[in-house]
């Protein structure tokens, strides 16, 4: 474990190399190092743009009318 503490940094490298590192306490394996996979398909910021529509008057407040209905009372 103190070893591993002071080559943080050389065994994270080795794990974003595709390496497995198993870290031990008092000779008995604890945990394992590995590297996280990206998530599948990146997502772009705005892709959905033109693709929603509001009606007019949608950002107006609701009316006490609106609210009540919204609420379920």
Known sequence: MHEAKTHLSRLVEKA?????????RAGVPVVKLVRVEPPAGRRILGSAAG????????EAPMT??????????
């Open 16 to 24: 974003l190399l595709g390496e497995e590192v198993i870290i031990a």
């Open 51 to 58: 693709t929603i529509e509001f009606r007019e008057g949608w």
């Open 64 to 73: 006490a009318e609106e609210l009540k209905e919204f609420l379920g009372g």
